[in-house]
C-alpha cells in the first residue's frame, strides 16, 4: 500500500449514544429513585405530626420533648439517630422518648419512612418514664 492509500483508510469510531453508557445510565435511574425516596419523605412527613406539635412549630421553640412512633422497636440505628437530633430518655415498644430536639430536626425526622407518628410528650415526658 502506498502512503497515500494509508491516509485514506481512516477507522470509523462511533460514539456511544449518551443513552447507551452504563455510567450514565446508573446516575439517572440512582437520581431518580433518590429524588422519590426524598419527594415522598417531603410530601408524607407533615402528616406524621400531630396537630399539638404542628402548633407547637409555629411558635418557634429551641427545643422541644417529643414522643416518637416508629413501625418497630428502634435497633441501634434508629437509637444512633435519635443521640444525633436530642436526648433519647427512653423507650417503651415502639415509642420513645426525645428531649431537647431543635425544630429543624422534628421535620427531618418527620421525613424518615420507619417514622409513623410524632407528638409532643405531655407533662414533659414525666408520665412516659413511669
Given at each position: 500500500?502506498?502512503?497515500?492509500?494509508?491516509d485514506e483508510v481512516h477507522?470509523?469510531?462511533?460514539?456511544?449514544?449518551?443513552?447507551?453508557?452504563?455510567?450514565?445510565?446508573?446516575?439517572?435511574?440512582?437520581?431518580?429513585?433518590?429524588?422519590?425516596?426524598?419527594?415522598?419523605?417531603?410530601?408524607?412527613?407533615?402528616?406524621?405530626?400531630?396537630d399539638t406539635l404542628t402548633?407547637?412549630?409555629?411558635?418557634?421553640?429551641?427545643?422541644?420533648?417529643?414522643?416518637?412512633?416508629?413501625?418497630?422497636?428502634?435497633?441501634?440505628?434508629?437509637?444512633?439517630?435519635?443521640?444525633?437530633l436530642g436526648i433519647q430518655?427512653?423507650?417503651?415498644?415502639?415509642?420513645?422518648?426525645?428531649?431537647?430536639?431543635?425544630?429543624?430536626?422534628?421535620?427531618?425526622?418527620?421525613?424518615?419512612?420507619?417514622?409513623?407518628?410524632?407528638?409532643?410528650?405531655?407533662?414533659?415526658?414525666?408520665?412516659?418514664?413511669?
Open positions: 500500500m502506498s502512503s497515500q492509500e494509508l477507522s470509523v469510531r462511533r460514539r456511544r449514544a449518551w443513552y447507551k453508557r452504563r455510567d450514565i445510565l446508573f446516575i439517572i435511574i440512582f437520581a431518580a429513585v433518590w429524588a422519590g425516596w426524598d419527594g415522598y419523605g417531603r410530601l408524607s412527613g407533615p402528616g406524621r405530626m400531630t402548633e407547637a412549630l409555629d411558635k418557634k421553640p429551641k427545643n422541644l420533648i417529643l414522643l416518637v412512633q416508629a413501625n418497630f422497636p428502634p435497633e441501634r440505628f434508629h437509637s444512633n439517630v435519635y443521640n444525633e430518655r427512653g423507650t417503651k415498644n415502639d415509642t420513645t422518648l426525645l428531649a431537647r430536639v431543635r425544630p429543624e430536626d422534628v421535620r427531618w425526622l418527620s421525613r424518615q419512612l420507619w417514622i409513623t407518628n410524632i407528638d409532643l410528650a405531655p407533662d414533659g415526658g414525666r408520665s412516659f418514664l413511669d
